[in-house]
């Protein structure tokens, strides 16, 4: 039996190497397999008209290892012929960027397939020649939308472990942030390369093996790049983060965030300087704002505290309170922006009264508040298909109550108007009133329109089961905002018929955060939109910006 | 009265370990062969190590083993667990144990580990009857709980993963579990029960030993990966044809067209520069080992030192088996090393120790 095995294995032999063996002597007696990768091309992503918003390709650098490189006379001459440069040149390359014996040294950056592949082929020769493979992605729009496309790069530790079983290798580059690390595994290219045998000169003499490269698989986004563009400028370098949606699936059209980035930036060498300064900068650059900044949402969340009240049957629309100016709450004195005198719920939603809120949020009680903040999807993240959402944070008597801290009256009072705790992140805010806008339902965010050839749908919408007279009454106040004479976000919007709601989200020591949210048209919404400027003042900064952008969308007859 | 006959284990151990100090010493010798931490020089230490152990363990009674059997399984068992922690704190598989200078590699151990278990387990007597107990014994105790006892080494090392050395375990418990005489329809049972669970799992190998599998299928499955480690490990095999390329002569394994030319592909190298005649010469080596080794297993009256032997010689013949096997592109690449021919510690370290163990087992049976 085991005599069988050991049989099996000398004639295994005796067939390699007396029958088969001048097949194989000469083989090696050439020297002659070469291996040559082809890099696939990863995917591109394009916005939903087809636009290119990233394409890849692959570029080929030449590096010398300068002490081999210098012991063998002969492969100077040769490269240069090869490169098509002459020999000084190289030389001077050689020196100018020269570190040390075994540090490789780039000769020549981008150089064409063909010469690459002839530099593989000759490798016998030109032992001290690496052909190194940059995977090259194009942004035709500069910074644009780079929060949503993440960036590429070299593969980290943490990494590694996660996607080694998936074929990654240490030198890999990958998705960071993004579409390019959430869609990873459909963007990348799988590398093929042949196996050829060459004769001494460097010649093609047989193919032994061969496997195709696949591309990586296109991605279409549900944004519209001149849109995203056209928001992305009107913001002018100020802070903040926009999203624009459709009320009725959640699909995105734009999401913007500022301070962006140049993703190409990460690709090229010699930018280290600028890759430390983007993750050390104190405004963070690289945090995408829209769904991962966390903010107090101020006076937007009156509309939630607006509905609880009506669902909850603590008042009328009709019910009018006093507004003098300022209100106590307990044993604090809480300030309203203005003195409004007495008014009813539409008016108290078009001036955007505290005082009116105060006393809303006493009735209902920081229990009702929370839970009405999370049925209108805040404290939970809205479920967008990009990484690294934030949930943001809604106050309640019992998180409190854990942390052994008291709830005060005047806590609840600050509840109601947005103030106090409560972190909401735009695509939140967004969502919240889309959820009015489509008449109560709390659809799922979504950005990835199409994979390939595969239409993605979108997610199911949650039903609130919201009364649709008072959903009605609350849209009124909406649209009073912007249009009545005395609305906070009146500014003169001609045929625009838009409906909003303000925030101003006072924070200590600082400027305010300024929101407007809102949607148009008012009487059959098709957009809803969320802008936020992050310490620019008042809300009326947010709104002159909404104001200039929907104009301009207008003229461009994107709307 | 002795004759060269009894010396033969250490007489060939020689010869072959002579032969890997060779190979290693040509498909080192350009990075300088005797410079510090070079191969060479370690596979040299351990070489002599390996002498030292043997020489302790062949003259060592091997009976008094027997009591050091389970604290030394569940040492290793401990270093195995202790491997798969360590590796999932670092970056994913591995499977070695950095101790002071070297690897220490549990999965070598865990082969004498479970060689040592099974022997003792199926060598049980009562004292009411001479014959062995194990023709009597239920499914549950027959084949089960030494199933079992290979189980647990088995898909610890699986899960390193290191495909060969578990298989090897595998294919030894079958062997031993059949030479001591359990009822053949247990066996055959388990071998249903096995090859009922086996495509579940194919889900738990990892995809580049699926890959490999597919590679021994289909070579051009995968050019740039195995499959050029396969078709290198032919072209440095069969271009040494019927007397080699001479020692120092070999150009596939010290150009470095062949991976891992100085671990599990040592036979690439060894046949490039010998040919046919050496590679003959060795298989002639490893024969007469394992023949041995079954000779000692058939002479000796003790139970637990028949099996042992047994299960030594046929551990050997079939570690010698896939290693050429895989490099002549006859079974998958698994990755096993060729005993006493392979650098590596541990491995060396081992197989030192088996063949100590070997010797004694035939002094004893001489007496």
Redesign the interface.
């Known amino acids: 039996m085991i005599e069988l095995l050991f049989v099996i294995l000398a004639i295994g032999v005796f067939y390699l190497q007396i029958i088969r063996g001048d097949f194989y002597f000469s083989l090696s007696i050439r020297n002659c397999v070469r291996v040559i990768p082809f890099e696939g091309v990863r995917g591109k992503i394009l916005d939903r008209n087809g636009e290119i918003i990233v394409d890849g390709r692959v570029s080929y650098n030449i590096s010398v290892l300068p002490r081999e490189f210098k012991q063998n006379a002969d492969s100077l001459n040769k490269l240069a012929a090869l490169l098509n440069k002459s020999p000084s040149q190289i030389n001077k390359t050689i020196k100018k960027d020269f570190l040390s014996a075994s540090t490789p040294i780039i000769v020549a950056r981008d150089v064409d397939k063909r010469t690459a592949f002839l530099i593989e082929e000759n490798k016998f020769i030109l032992p001290a020649v690496v052909v190194q493979l940059i995977p090259k992605r194009n942004y035709p729009y500069h910074n644009s939308a780079s929060h949503i496309l993440g960036y590429l790069g070299r593969i980290d530790r943490w990494r590694i472990t996660k996607l080694k079983d998936y074929g990654y290798k240490v030198k890999d580059m990958v998705g960071f942030g993004g579409i390019e690390e959430s869609l990873e595994q459909v963007l990348r290219a799988q590398d093929g390369g042949i196996q050829l045998e060459v004769d001494h000169r460097g010649g093609i003499s047989r193919v032994l093996g061969f496997k195709q490269s696949t591309g990586g698989k296109d991605v279409y986004l549900t944004i519209d790049i001149r849109i995203q563009k056209l928001i992305e400028d009107a913001f002018a370098g100020r802070r903040g983060a926009a999203v624009v949606m459709e009320p009725d699936t959640g699909k995105i059209i734009a999401l913007a965030s500022f301070p962006d980035f140049y993703p190409q930036m990460f690709l090229e060498e010699d930018n280290a300087g600028y890759i430390k300064g983007l993750l050390t900068d104190a405004s963070a650059p690289l945090i995408n704002r829209a769904i991962s900044g966390q903010y107090p949402l101020g006076s937007v969340f009156k509309l939630v505290s607006a509905i609880a009240a009506l669902e909850r049957k603590k008042i009328t629309a009709e019910k009018r309170f006093f507004c003098p100016g300022r209100m106590l709450a307990g044993l604090k004195e809480f300030d309203c922006w203005s003195t409004h005198h007495s008014q009813d719920l539409l008016e108290a939603i078009t001036h955007s009264c505290n005082v009116y809120f105060y006393r809303l949020a006493l009735l209902l009680g920081p229990n009702t508040l929370s839970e009405y903040a999370g049925r209108f999807g805040l404290g939970k993240p809205s479920g967008i298909d990009l990484p690294y959402e934030a949930q943001g944070f809604v106050p309640s008597l019992l998180e409190r109550r854990i942390k052994l801290r008291n709830w005060y009256d005047g806590d609840t009072a600050n509840f109601g108007i947005g103030q106090g705790d409560l972190l909401v992140t735009p695509i939140q805010a967004a969502r919240l009133m889309a959820a009015i806008a489509n008449g109560g339902k709390l659809v799922k965010p979504y950005i990835i329109g199409r994979i390939d050839t595969q239409e993605l749908k979108p997610k199911p919408a949650a039903e609130l089961g919201l009364d649709a007279k008072i959903i009605k009454a609350v849209i009124e106040g909406l649209k009073q905002v912007v249009n009545a004479e005395t609305g906070t976000a009146n500014i003169g919007w001609g045929d625009l018929r838009v409906a909003g709601k303000t925030g101003t989200a006072q924070v200590k020591n600082k400027l305010s955060h300024g929101w407007f949210v809102g949607f148009l048209p008012y009487d059959k919404p098709k957009l809803v939109f969320c802008f936020f400027l992050e310490h620019t003042g008042p809300s009326i900064h947010a709104v002159a910006l909404v104001h200039q952008v929907f104009k301009q969308l207008r003229e461009e007859g994107l709307l | 009265m002795k004759t060269a006959k009894d010396y033969l284990i250490p007489i060939v151990a020689f010869l072959i370990t002579s032969l890997s100090l060779l190979t290693l010493y040509s498909a080192v010798y350009i990075k300088g062969p005797f410079r510090e931490g070079s191969v060479f020089i370690r596979q040299l230490s351990w070489i002599l190590l390996g002498w030292f152990a043997y020489f302790i363990f062949s003259r060592l009674s091997y009976r008094r083993l027997i009591n050091f059997i389970y604290p030394f399984y569940f040492l290793v068992i401990f270093f195995l667990l202790l491997v798969l922690v360590i590796g999932m704190m670092r ?2 598989a591995q499977r070695w144990i950095k101790l002071w200078w070297f690897n220490f590699q549990p999965s070598e151990f865990a082969k004498l580990a479970v060689i040592l278990v099974l022997s003792h387990y199926f060598s049980q007597k009562s004292l009411a009857d001479i014959r062995l107990d194990v023709g009597k014994f239920s499914f549950g105790k027959g084949i089960i709980y030494p199933f079992l006892l290979m189980l647990i080494p088995f898909g610890l090392i699986l899960k390193q993963p290191d495909l060969g050395t578990a298989l090897i375990l595998l294919f030894v418990f079958l062997s031993m579990a059949y030479f001591s005489g359990v009822k053949i329809r247990y066996i055959a049972l388990l071998l249903a029960a096995g090859a009922f669970i086996s495509p579940v799992f194919w889900h738990f190998l ?3 030993q699926k890959d490999r599998l597919m590679v021994f299928l289909n ?6 990966g195995a ?2 480690t396969i ?2 490990s ?9 007397f080699g390329k001479g020692w120092l002569a070999g ?2 394994g010290q ?1 470095n ?1 062949l991976p891992e030319s100085h671990t599990d592909f040592i036979f690439g190298i060894f ?2 520069e010998t ?2 005649a050496g ?2 010469l060795l ?1 002639g080596l ?2 007469l080992l ?1 023949r041995q080794a ?1 000779t000692i297993s058939a002479r000796t009256d003790d139970n637990f030192g028949k099996f042992l032997a047994f299960a030594t010689g ?1 551990m050997f ?1 079939m570690q ?2 896939i290693n ?2 895989m490099t ?1 592109g ?1 079974s998958p690449v698994v990755g096993l090393p060729l005993p006493l021919m392979s650098y590596g510690g541990s491995s060396m370290l081992v197989n030192f120790v088996f063949l100590g163990i070997l010797q004694n087992i035939n002094r004893r049976s001489l007496k």
């Open positions: 970056l994913g990892k995809n580049y070579p051009n499955f995968d050019p740039l499959g050029y078709i290198q032919k072209i440095a095999i069969g271009s040494g044809r019927l150009t596939q150009l067209f046949g490039e040919g046919f590679a003959l298989l490893y024969y394992f079954f046929l013949a010698v088996y050429i096997s002549q006859l």
